[in-house]
């Protein structure tokens, strides 16, 4: 399976922490993304890296990617409580399956106030 | 614009009775993907349409499953005869395909929370 699986399972900080998750998957990809799941509500996009790249940055958030170790990092730098959901890493296949966007199991973060 | 939407969004209903999942996807958007979610087998894509045609059904868990893109803004899922492991949160989720890049994200509705008693 090119499912992506997300490490912790589940992280609690304080506010003003900084949060890491990691995703690791199994098959080449053309690029990773990242989502993020309020309690009840479908999955926003948050951030897309393409496989030639190894870093990029939107807000508090930092994605790394290495393709060589098939991994890759979220970082929320000076958390809030509103941070508080599920984040999903999802991975789009190269060739016929680039459009085929498998998900990896979640990290769920709790922020405390 | 007002997102891709999902109804309904609860569903109870008992088993063997045939269910009817709807949704609209964002205007313009050539892509439709509809997924599963589960504690326990987290986010599957059951099966995806480009420009209204079903691309990749390889998702599709058994033969009482079906799903239909009549036209670009209207797609549904449809369950029949239903059965109680077909609780889950089902979610439509669509993309635009633009400048030639296959890079685009999916923007998801809320889903629809179906459980089968």
Redesign the interface.
């Given at each position: 399976s090119q499912?992506g699986e997300e490490d912790p399972q589940a992280l609690s900080i304080q506010e003003g922490e900084n949060a890491t998750m990691n995703c690791s998957y199994k098959t080449s990809i053309?690029?990773l993304?990242w989502?993020r799941q309020n309690s009840?509500?479908?999955?926003?996009?948050l951030i897309?890296i393409?496989s030639n790249e190894r870093e990029k940055h939107s807000g508090r958030l930092r994605v790394t990617l290495d393709t060589s170790k098939k991994s890759s990092s979220l970082l929320i730098t000076a958390s809030r409580a509103a941070d508080t959901a599920s984040y999903?890493c999802?991975t789009?296949g190269t060739l016929y399956n680039?459009?085929?966007?498998?998900?990896?199991?979640?990290t769920k973060l709790n922020v405390k106030p | 614009d007002a997102g891709?939407i999902q109804s309904p969004r609860h569903e109870v209903t008992e088993m063997g009775q045939e269910v009817t999942l709807r949704c609209k996807p964002i205007s313009g958007h050539d892509?439709l993907?509809w997924?599963r979610q589960t504690m326990m087998r987290?986010?599957e894509?059951l099966i995806?349409f480009?420009n209204n045609v079903p691309?990749?059904d390889s998702g599709m868990p058994e033969d009482r499953f079906s799903a239909k893109m009549p036209n670009a803004s209207f797609s549904t899922l449809k369950i029949q005869p239903s059965e109680p492991r077909d609780s889950a949160v089902y979610?439509c989720?669509s993309s635009l395909?633009s400048g030639g890049s296959?890079?685009s994200?999916?923007?998801?509705?809320?889903?629809t929370r179906l459980t089968v008693t």
């Open positions: 499912q053309n690029n993304q989502y009840g509500r479908g999955l926003v996009h897309l393409r999903f999802a789009a680039f459009n085929k966007f498998y998900f990896g199991s979640g | 891709v892509y993907f997924y987290g986010l894509l995806y480009n691309i990749d979610f989720a395909r296959y890079n994200p999916l923007h998801f509705g809320n889903g």
